[in-house]
């Protein structure tokens, strides 16, 4: 396939990676679509691509490849599915959706109509993280031990207000963690592998709003490895997202992208030059063309939602949660 040809529903975060598609080699932003016209027609004069303000158009059309859905949470299924059985690969932002029911109904309708399903963690795509996972499969950081993200952000009220249904269990599936922290925890399943229990603890300090301000827990994971979830919107100023990983032989913490790491004497920092694609755009281009799956698959995706609804089960039940 020499051009991987793009379309994009939702352009409140959909207008970046409208840009983001019109800016990659090999992949060109055909159409976008949303309910706001003004909105459609400030994405299609930044990026030259057409618009529509009706999905079903943008589906019909025999010249798009991939649908990126960038709409709310709790409609990625139903417009993921929607552009699947139109035959479309689908791409959607995180999480993937806000129910493992949900998720599982996309992931298998992509299944049966015979299209890839990718989701979009653009924090697996950061220099930083290749280096970092390279690390650990190279067995550099030795056994395991703990891994912690700590996320301390300020949203306000009409952050939430905005919109209709962010902080809302319908549509955003979750607050702090399930929105704001869903691509740390993603990253901590990444870098530790998979959970055996999980302490949780989620509550509403600051906001008016349904779900969580304030999420937190306690994991151990199959490896036998320990690790720490912070996520809040509560905090006066956002600060830099925390992310630190050690094994018995050397550790790493993770702040902006830059990586600072702790090594016994004499061990030298691990020579890793990163590689694979630079963001999500590059990765479909690359997995259409060479037939591979995309760095995040559906399955996933779909891990990150499972430890999330973990975390709020042990909060209302008071107890751990077995994966």
């Known amino acids: 396939m020499d051009e991987i040809r793009f379309g994009v529903v939702g352009l409140g975060m959909g207008h970046n990676r409208s840009v983001l598609i019109s800016k990659t080699p090999g992949a060109r932003l055909v159409a976008v679509c949303d309910l706001d016209e003004a909105r459609c ?6 990026t030259g691509c057409e618009w529509t303000t009706v999905y079903d158009d943008l589906l019909a ?32 932002t995180k999480p993937i959706e806000v129910t493992l029911e949900a998720a ?13 399903l990718a989701v979009d963690f653009e924090y697996r795509y950061l220099p930083g993280s290749v280096i970092v996972k390279e690390a650990i499969d190279r067995g550099l950081f030795g056994k395991m031990v703990f891994g912690e993200v700590i996320l301390k952000w300020y949203r306000s009220q009409s952050y939430y207000d905005a919109g209709g249904w962010r902080g809302t269990w319908r549509y955003d599936g979750g607050g702090s963690l399930m929105n704001q922290t869903i691509h740390d925890i993603d990253l901590l399943l990444w870098f530790m592998g998979k959970p055996k229990w999980v302490m949780g603890h989620a509550s509403v300090n600051t906001h008016k709003i349904e779900t969580e301000d304030l999420g937190m827990a306690m994991i151990e994971f199959e490896s036998g490895a320990k690790g720490r979830i912070l996520g809040t919107t509560t905090h006066p100023v956002s600060l830099p997202v925390v992310r630190e990983f050690h094994g018995d032989r050397l550790g790493v913490r993770m702040v902006d992208g830059e990586l600072t790491w702790f090594l016994p004497d004499g061990v030298p920092v691990p020579d890793i030059e990163p590689s694979g694609p630079r963001n999500i755009v590059e990765d479909i281009v690359g997995a259409l063309r060479d037939s591979r799956p995309p760095r995040v698959t559906g399955e996933e995706g779909r891990r990150s939602v499972e430890l999330a609804k973990a975390i709020y089960r042990s909060a209302e039940q008071g107890a751990p949660v077995l994966l």
């Open 104 to 116: 599982d109904r996309l992931i298998e309708a992509c299944k049966e109509a015979g299209v890839m």
């Open 61 to 92: 059309r025999k010249d798009i490849d991939v649908v990126f859905v960038m709409v709310p949470s709790g409609m990625h299924a139903e417009f993921g599915i929607k552009a699947a059985r139109a035959g479309k690969h689908v791409v959607t």
């Open 41 to 46: 027609r400030r994405t299609a004069e930044a």
